[in-house]
């Protein structure tokens, strides 16, 4: 597991500090109250390898077994392209540049969320990748 200064900027880019943005859903438990907060809180996750939170926040019918962030490509940046909410159903659609060779590529995800009880999980996405440089 990597570690994160709380004081540094939150990598899901919301321009706060990590710790009053998405650390408190990393370490103190709290819910996010949208699909947008947990794909933020989910990307942060990845970025910071915390295959842990990842797993308890994918939705249980679609969680793998085992998820090895190891060799996971060092991400740069999130852009939130829309998001929306509708009932206990959720869609984000984001891009995440990472580093890629001597390149920048990304990862564009059109993902689906869904509420049960009070908490929000993640379901799915249909993905494109790319490169950009």
Known sequence: ??????????????????????QRYHQDHAI????????????????????????????????????????????????????????DEGKVHFRALHTEGKGIGFLEEHSTFVREGQRWYYLSGETTQGRLT
């Open 32 to 87: 996010p109250a949208s699909p947008e907060a947990l794909m933020r809180s989910r990307y942060t996750a990845f970025a910071l390898k915390l295959a842990d939170y990842l797993i308890t926040s994918w939705h249980p019918s679609s969680c793998p077994a085992d998820l090895d962030l190891d060799n996971s490509p060092t991400w740069l940046q999130l852009q939130v392209l829309s998001s929306s909410q509708h009932g």
């Open 1 to 22: 597991m990597t570690c994160q200064q709380s004081t540094a900027p939150c990598p899901c880019g919301s321009g706060k500090p990590y710790s009053s943005c998405c």
